[in-house]
């Protein structure tokens, strides 16, 4: 149990109660008039933090301006607080499914505790399309009694990529409500695939580039409850290097720089350096972010690049996005839903380089596609996903995914489509691996990935998005 089950209750309003569990952990309970409506037993304080925070929310507290509009979404959406249990598999799971998952679980650390000092194994959290594993040192200390942490790693992937990173983060500011940080990092992107500009680019013009970056940035995030964060940062991306690809696996395709000779920025000797910007609020009330069954995730962002050597690469970009996880038969099944909007707006005369272009495809969007499939100023996509629970620890899955791309939002529409079939592993609380093969007019696509599909990497993410990864 987590060392922080001493910590009093949060605060929530009066129907809203929180008891310890005669079997371990805590019971959140929700009373009407001297009624009990609903029960719930959590084992981890920071999931009893997040629930009570949504229930106490939804039923009046005080919220600010600023994250009424995501709130009103995330809350009329937001599955309601239910008695449950563990969901009842359809068929006794194999003991080498078990035994593989209490493997896994071995070698995390206990449920609620934080990440420990010293050396460890930096799973790289790498782009897509460097390769389906990479690994790599990192080294952890905090410092100032607590109030600090330094975080050093490096990684290299399956092709070849390389990153490199340094922070400096203050993670519990007025009382867990403030985190204030800095990160440099330094990537080396080997084979990054590009097939043109525009909804009908050709499959058969499929080429890469190697980029290389170097950004600096510093940002905060603010959060007035387990559920609402707004977030913002401020940063520098040195001169980007654009080259022929390279490294391991080289797929000896054509060169971008070639094939795409006339895109911004392709021939350049030197690319600009930008100054980039962000601002974002969301509203989590997902009950598992690396494996949610019920709840949702809402968020609005902004952000803006500014050419630092004659404004020609200034541009901004504005995102909407919404993920909702909806329980059914008692747990058994669970219906996902995702959407997600991108839009780019340049004055006269500028314009977006190719490797800063929103794109659509590949395993967290059209997965029928191949990744990095569509390039323009705007995309669109929308995702459907229905998991049952066929082992204790194995979920099957089906899926339709939707969306396009193009040079101007009122031209969007969900023409490209793909359909498909999958399997998960997880523990409960994060998914461990899956498998996924999807059909789309260009083709079968085998998928074997260490997430969810649905995990929104780009909550988490706080350098600038060079390459745009979808």
């Known amino acids: 149990m987590a060392s922080t089950c001493a910590t009093a209750p949060p605060q929530h309003g009066s129907n809203v109660h929180v008891s310890a569990a005669d079997s371990g952990g805590w019971v959140v309970t929700v009373e009407q008039d001297g009624q009990t409506l609903a029960t719930e037993h959590l084992t981890d304080w920071h999931r009893v933090e997040r629930r009570v925070a949504v229930l106490s929310l939804s039923s009046g507290a005080h919220l600010p301006r600023v994250a009424a509009a995501v709130l009103l979404i995330a809350f009329v959406t937001s599955a309601p607080l239910a008695a449950q249990e563990a969901p009842v598999a359809l068929l006794p799971e194999p003991r080498i499914i078990t035994k593989a998952v209490d493997l896994v679980t071995g070698f995390k650390p206990e449920e609620g505790s934080g990440p420990k000092d010293g050396f460890y194994v930096h799973t790289g959290q790498m782009i897509t399309g460097a390769g389906w594993i990479s690994l790599g040192p990192g080294y952890r200390r905090h410092m100032l009694n607590e109030l600090a942490v330094v975080d050093l790693t490096t990684a290299v992937s399956w092709r070849g990529y390389k990153t490199a990173q340094a922070r400096v983060e203050l993670p519990s500011l007025a009382?867990?409500?403030?985190?204030?940080?800095?990160?440099?990092?330094?990537?080396?992107?080997?084979?990054?695939?590009?097939?043109?500009?525009?909804?009908?680019?050709?499959?058969?013009?499929?080429?890469?580039?190697?980029?290389?970056?170097?950004?600096?940035?510093?940002?905060?995030?603010?959060?007035?409850?387990?559920?609402?964060?707004?977030?913002?940062?401020?940063?520098?991306?040195?001169?980007?290097?654009?080259s022929s690809s390279t490294g391991p696996f080289?797929?000896?395709?054509?060169?971008?720089?070639?094939?795409?000779?006339?895109?911004?920025?392709?021939?350049?000797?030197?690319?600009?350096?930008?100054?980039?910007?962000?601002?974002?609020?969301?509203?989590?009330?997902?009950?598992?972010?690396?494996?949610?069954?019920?709840?949702?995730?809402?968020?609005?962002?902004?952000?803006?690049?500014?050419?630092?050597?004659?404004?020609?690469?200034?541009?901004?970009?504005?995102?909407?996005?919404?993920a909702h996880f909806v329980p059914l038969w008692t747990g058994r099944s669970v219906l996902a839903l995702h959407g997600w909007g991108v839009f780019s707006t340049t004055a006269a005369g500028?314009?977006?380089?190719?490797?800063?272009?929103?794109?659509?495809?590949?395993?967290?969007?059209?997965?029928?596609?191949?990744?990095?499939?569509?390039h323009d100023r705007h995309l669109l996509g929308v995702n459907v996903e229905s998991r049952w629970t066929l082992f204790a620890h194995l979920d099957a899955a089906a899926f339709i995914d939707a969306g396009n791309v193009a040079a101007h939002a009122g031209d969007l529409d969900l023409a490209r489509t793909s359909y498909g079939t999958g399997v998960r592993l997880h523990t409960g609380a994060s998914t461990i691996a899956r498998v996924d093969v999807a059909k789309s007019a260009e083709g079968w696509h085998f998928m074997f990935r260490l997430n969810d599909p649905l995990r929104l990497s780009r909550i988490g993410r706080r350098t600038a998005a060079v390459p745009f990864v979808p």
């Open 350 to 374: 500028r314009d977006i380089p190719f490797y800063l272009l929103p794109s659509l495809g590949g395993h967290n969007t059209l997965r029928g596609y191949t990744d990095y499939r569509f």
């Open 175 to 242: 009382d867990d409500h403030v985190v204030l940080g800095s990160q440099v990092r330094w990537s080396d992107l080997t084979q990054v695939t590009y097939f043109g500009a525009g909804p009908d680019s050709i499959e058969a013009q499929r080429s890469d580039y190697r980029l290389q970056t170097t950004d600096t940035v510093f940002y905060a995030t603010v959060r007035s409850n387990r559920v609402v964060s707004l977030s913002g940062g401020a940063g520098w991306l040195a001169r980007p290097g654009i």
């Open 250 to 322: 080289d797929r000896d395709l054509p060169d971008t720089l070639d094939l795409f000779a006339a895109e911004p920025g392709a021939q350049l000797s030197r690319q600009p350096r930008l100054f980039h910007g962000d601002l974002a609020i969301a509203a989590d009330t997902r009950d598992e972010p690396r494996h949610p069954s019920r709840g949702g995730l809402y968020r609005a962002a902004w952000s803006g690049f500014r050419d630092r050597e004659n404004g020609a690469f200034t541009f901004q970009r504005y995102e909407v996005e919404g």
